[in-house]
């Protein structure tokens, strides 16, 4: 059985294009390979003083574990009472304070 070369084959200047590309590619990652790069970032005043407000909470508790302890027993003895009121106006001016920071 005989395989013949298919009629139409690719024109010599797209051969040597292909050519001329991967030779650059191996030139360019050889050099890319021998040069070293350094980058230096610098951060904004507003980064530290983003970081530095990160780290403080960090270190202070997320609650109270004495009033925490305080609304427990108080809960458990049957104490506990929730004012509604309260509640809905500390909601009402979360919400708000929530609106007027995106505008």
């Known amino acids: 059985m005989k395989i013949d070369k298919p009629g139409k084959s690719l024109p010599s200047s797209a051969v040597a294009e292909h050519s001329a590309r991967a030779n650059q590619s191996k030139a360019g990652t050889a050099s890319s390979s021998a040069q070293t790069t350094s980058t230096h970032v610098s951060l904004g005043s507003t980064a530290t003083q983003l970081q530095s407000m990160e780290s403080s909470m960090a270190n ?16 458990s003895e049957g104490r506990f009472q929730v004012n509604s009121g309260v509640v809905a106006d500390k909601l009402i001016e979360t919400v708000k304070e929530l609106i007027s920071s995106k505008g």
Not at 60 to 75: F, L, M, R, T, Y
């Open 60 to 75: 202070s508790p997320v609650a109270d574990p004495k009033k925490v302890a305080e609304i427990k027993q108080a809960i």
